[in-house]
């Protein structure tokens, strides 16, 4: 689905990734996780054009992604950021149907797609009619999620999607967006600084420090086996605490 | 913010046309910025018009400089002009020291101007003080003066910068003075009143002389020369109205001192319109009952508040169309930005009144001059705060608009001016309000609006007249500052009101 070949960033000649090497397969969850400034926003954004490598290739089924090919795709990804992204200036229906209003589908269509995917993200249709400002933090995310859905693409592309959301509700949407992973089978991308979050979702975990792959594998893996000391450091720090608290000290 | 702009538009082209139906008249006639010139203007008109010659008077247009570039390039066809003023001001340099009649009128025609015979009075320039502070330091010439070096001076703007002004009085009597501030006329008489300064220069048929109790100071040194009234007139008049030289011929020797002073005094003193003035000669005089068209108040309103409209909503109008965009390109090429940010920067440091000034060589004078000035300083506002506007959005909302597969001017339409929309909006209203204060200088420059009710007040000391102006130009500006925040209710996103 997206293939990145020695992929390679740069700002002002500082390297924030180097050198990846990496597939995302279709219809399976992979989750970037790593500790901040490891690059992980960096590569999202490099999938889907937002910015392009100084060096290497990124291919989006099996057309390379350039600054003139990249409009086009980002049509068919679905992109969903920390706070949703939403435009303040229109109402949930409005940023919703921004897109497919722009490419000419008639009304009803809209209609009909706002009404299945409102059910799908459950998010009450009378929500959709507020403003971003009137909406709660969880609501947000999910109209950002349908925005992201409309025009049903062929990858979704979450960056920290439910980083700024308090614990309650963050833990209704985890359930809610595993759900739906499930149910649409879509190829997804997603990044989170969270062990759990990326254990709980991923079929596959890609762990960057410092702008490269550190260890990549199920959840499994990085805590059984961790490739190098780094890995094992990452994934202890991680551990709840509450686990400590529960478990005495062996 | 295009359907605004489209609205504004559509509503001051329809202003723009209207203006463009009034009749053209066949002859006009302009006259400078003080009483006595209006008073031969309008004399002048009421001549013309008493022969079925269709003419209009453009009053109070502005100084020497500006009515003399008016005539060359046709806005006017004539003017009062003074023989002094003629000689000293605009040929200083090419007479070569010969002062006569004969030498003037073969210089002018080199010009395509011609004049018409001296009209009797002699205003000349003259110093006065207060007739009691005259007395009590025992100053009776302009020589005397020299004693006195800590009297505070106040001079017309006109006299401090003509080479026969002030310059060349100081030389010629060696005047030591250093207090020396130039302001207008008519508020140095109020000056010396207050006693903020001692003296001032006068024209000897000033009606001021008697009200204010001044002593003319006598020109012991024989420095200040004839300024005797004549008609300038454009040669190629005399082909187009021959009627015109035989009606103007009339007058000539027909207004003696004790005239003059008296019609200044009707005017100033007795606050007559000067069309009324001038009727009142000619009837006296010539016999002559003429059309002297007294305007009512609400007709006068009405037409200065259509001038003001026209002059604030037609550059206003324009400076969105272009402001606008370049607010865009600055948000987009910051480097670019600064330059055109520092361009518009600079065009508002320029002095209003120069930038009007300035106009005149190039659009001449009247409405177009104006409107293009005021078009100039409503750029900076407006390109300023649709640059701030954009730049201040947040880059994740941008970035999500490129996510979804907006184009890039899909972008700009779709996202960014509706979010920037409450700044431009600011920027625009700001622009208006500054406008509207600024366009009542367009009166200077032949533009009417509430600034000409303003100017005339000024001169003939008319608190009413100011007031006239000053309070719709007043009430405009709330009006405008209230329309924007119904404006905003419109233009701006609800979403951002919240």
Redesign the interface.
Known sequence: MLKLSRVTKEYDGVAVLRGIDLLIPRGRVTVIIGASGSGKSTLIRLANGLILPNQGTVEFMGARVTALTALAFRRRMGYVIQEGGLFPHLTGRGNVALMPGRLGWPSARIDARVIELAELVRLPVEALDRYPSQLSGGERQRVALMRALMLDPEILLLDEPLGALDPLIRYELQTDLKTLFTSLGKTVLMVTHDLGEAGYFADEIVLLREGAIEQRGPVAALIEAPATAYVARFVQAQRSLIDNLTRPPT | MIRGTVLLLSLWLGYGSSLEAREVPDVIVGSKQFTESVILGEIATQVLRSRDIETQHKDQLGGTRFLWQALLTGEIDLYAEYTGTLMEEIFADRLQGRRDLATLRRVLAGEGVLMSEPLGFNNTYALGMPAARADRLGISTISGLREHPELKFGFSNEFMARADGWPGLRQAYRLPHRAVIGLDHDLAYRGLASGSLDVTDIYTTDADIQYYSLRVLQDDRGYFPDYRAVFLYRADLTGRQPAVLPALRQLEGQISEETMIAMNAEAKLDKLPESQVAAGFLRKRLGITADSRRVGLSTSLWRHTVEHLTLVGISLAAAILIAVPLGILCARRPRLGRLVLGGAGILQTIPSLALLVFMIPLLGIGTWPAIVALFLYSLLPIVRDTCTGLRDIPP??L?????????RF?RLR??EL??A?RTILAGIKTAAVINVGMATLGALIGAGGYGQPILTGIRLDDKGLILQGAIPAALLALFIEGAFEFAERWLV????R?
């Open positions: 994740s909302l970035e999500s608009a490129d996510a979804l597969g907006l184009p899909a779709l996202v509706p979010l929309s996103p609800k979403g951002l919240l």
